[in-house]
Nanobody, 122 residues
């Protein structure tokens, strides 16, 4: 069993930056991709970013391309999401996800964290 717990969310002003973290526990094979989705109020979940188990091939959703960076530290069993130039539209619950990357780039994320709230307002 794998458990994911996000942290680092909170409130920030437009133009600011935030760094989210997700720590995994339980069985965490290195071959598993990890990533982030988000869900804004009244909207469906949206893909944000993903990265392979060895830290290669970071990939980003087109709505955040150029403003986010995903990375991971396998020794700490943690994946990070750095967001810069925050916009009001970035307000959402951000979810950490994990899935088998053996069929990359086609990944089904079987594990989800409970989410962390990010609020961007002036």
């Amino acid at each position: 069993q794998v458990q994911l717990v996000e942290s680092g969310g909170g409130s920030e002003q437009p133009g600011g930056s935030m760094r989210l973290s997700c720590e995994a526990s339980g069985r965490t094979p290195s071959s598993y991709a990890m990533g982030w989705y988000r869900r804004a109020p009244g909207k469906d979940r949206e893909f944000v970013a993903t990265i392979r188990g060895d830290g290669s091939a970071p990939y980003y959703g087109h709505t955040v391309q150029g403003r986010v960076t995903i990375s991971r530290d396998n020794a700490k069993k943690t994946v990070y999401l750095q967001i810069t130039s925050l916009k009001a539209d970035d307000t959402a619950v951000y979810y950490c996800v994990m899935g088998d990357d053996s069929k990359w780039p086609f990944v089904e994320y079987d594990y989800w964290g409970p989410g962390t709230q990010v609020t961007v307002s002036s």
